[in-house]
C-alpha cells in the first residue's frame, strides 16, 4: 500500500515546473509503482497558453480548481472547463488550454509516465519507460 499526499512530493523530482512558465505538476504516483497510471496533480497558470499532444499517451483530466478553456486543434471545437468537469483526450487529440483563473486539476496518464519527460517542440511527451 502506497499513501502519499501532493504536500509529500512539493520539492522532489517529482514536482515538475515547466521550463515554459505556464504550469507545474506534483506527480504522485509514477511507472516505478508499477499499478499501469500515472496520477498527477496540475496548475496551469491564469493568462498563459499551453499547447499539448499525448501522441503516446491517453489522458483523462478532472479540474478541481479555476476555469479554462481547452480547444481541441483539430476541429475548432472549445469548451468551458470549471471544477468537476472532467476531459479526456481518448484519441490523442492535440489541444490547447487557456486558463482564465489559475487552473488546478487532477491528471490520470495511461501508459504511465516516469517523470522525467519533457514535452517537445510539438507539445509531445515520448514514451518512456522505467528502464530508459
Known amino acids: 500500500m502506497i499513501v502519499r499526499s ?64 481547452l480547444t481541441d486543434d483539430e476541429t475548432g471545437e472549445k469548451y468551458w472547463i470549471t471544477p468537476g468537469t472532467m476531459y479526456l483526450l481518448n484519441g490523442h487529440e492535440h489541444h490547447t488550454m487557456r486558463p482564465k483563473s489559475d487552473f488546478r486539476c487532477v491528471c490520470v496518464f495511461n501508459p504511465p509516465v516516469t517523470g522525467r519527460e519533457e514535452h517537445d517542440e510539438n507539445g509531445v511527451y515520448p514514451l518512456l519507460t522505467e528502464e530508459a
Open 6 to 69: 501532493f504536500k509529500d512530493v512539493e520539492g522532489t523530482d517529482r514536482h515538475i515546473k515547466a521550463e515554459s512558465g505556464t504550469w507545474e505538476s506534483k506527480r504522485i504516483v509514477l511507472a516505478k509503482e508499477k499499478v499501469g497510471f500515472s496520477l498527477h496533480e496540475t496548475t496551469m497558470y491564469a493568462g498563459t497558453e499551453t499547447s499539448m499532444w499525448y501522441a503516446n499517451h491517453i489522458e483523462a483530466v478532472l479540474c478541481v480548481e479555476g476555469e479554462a478553456e
